[in-house]
Antibody, heavy 119, light 107 residues
C-alpha cells in the first residue's frame, strides 16, 4: 500500500522560506518510472501543480514559480523535500504531495498540509 | 501553457440522475487527460486517466470520453457520495495543468 504524508510549518511569515517534507512508504524513489509531485490548493480554489522529481533525479518546475522552488529527494529516508522561497500571503494554501508511476498523473495523494502566510 | 476550461462551474442534480461534466483543452492534448474527485476536507482521488481508463477501485458508473479537445466525465447514476468537486488535469505538455473544477451539488 502506497501512502504519503506532508509535514512542515503551519504558519510562516512573509519573505521567509517554506520547507515541506513528504514522507512516503510502499515504494522506492529509486525504482524506474517513479515520481513524486507537489501540488497546492489555496482555500476554496483550484489545484496548482508545483514541482516533480523522478527516480533518476530529473526535476520539473512550474514556470510561474520556478525561481522560488527547489525539490530534492532522500531515497534512503523515503522523503521528498520542497522549498518555496520568499513566501507571500498569496502562497497560503494546502500543499499536497502525490505519487506517480510513468504517467505524470497523481495517485495516491497525501492528506495535505495547510500553510498560512501571515505576519 | 495549456488551459483547461471546465463547465459548468456548478451542477445541481439529484441522486440517481446522470451527470455530465466537461473539460475543454486550449490545444490538442491527445488523450492525455485525467479526472479527479475531491470531497470536502479530503485530498483529490484519481478517477479516470488517459481520457477513458478507470483507476483502480473506481466504480463502473464513472466513465470518460473524448472528442478532439473536448473531454467528458459521465456519472451514470449519482450516489450520495458522488457529490463533490471534480477536476481535470492534462499531462501532454509541461507545465502540468488543472481545470478550475466543477462542483457537483445535491439539488
Amino acid at each position: 500500500q502506497i501512502t504519503l504524508k506532508e509535514s512542515g510549518p503551519t504558519l510562516v511569515k512573509p519573505t521567509q522560506t517554506l520547507t515541506l517534507t513528504c514522507t512516503f512508504s510502499g515504494f522506492s524513489l529509486s525504482t524506474s518510472g517513479v515520481g513524486v509531485a507537489w501540488i497546492r490548493q489555496p482555500p476554496s480554489k483550484a489545484l496548482e501543480w508545483l514541482a516533480f522529481i523522478y527516480w533518476n533525479d530529473d526535476k520539473r518546475y512550474s514556470p510561474s514559480l520556478k525561481t522560488r522552488l527547489t525539490i530534492t529527494k532522500d531515497t534512503s529516508k523515503n522523503q521528498v523535500v520542497l522549498t518555496l522561497a520568499n513566501m507571500d500571503p498569496v502562497d497560503t494554501a494546502t500543499y499536497f504531495c502525490a505519487y506517480s508511476l510513468r504517467n505524470n498523473y497523481f495517485d495516491p495523494w497525501g492528506q495535505g498540509t495547510l500553510v498560512t502566510v501571515s505576519s | 501553457e495549456i488551459v483547461l476550461t471546465q463547465s459548468p462551474a456548478t451542477l445541481s442534480l439529484s441522486p440517481g440522475e446522470r451527470a455530465t461534466l466537461s473539460c475543454r483543452a486550449s490545444q490538442d492534448i491527445s488523450f492525455y487527460l485525467a479526472w479527479y474527485q475531491q470531497r470536502p476536507g479530503q485530498a483529490p482521488r484519481l478517477l479516470i486517466y488517459d481520457a477513458y481508463n478507470r483507476a483502480t477501485g473506481i466504480p463502473a458508473r464513472f466513465s470518460g470520453s473524448r472528442s478532439g479537445t473536448d473531454f467528458t466525465l459521465t456519472i451514470s447514476s449519482l450516489e450520495p457520495e458522488d457529490f463533490a468537486v471534480y477536476y481535470c488535469q492534462q499531462r501532454s505538455t509541461w507545465p502540468l495543468t488543472f481545470g478550475q473544477g466543477t462542483k457537483l451539488e445535491i439539488k
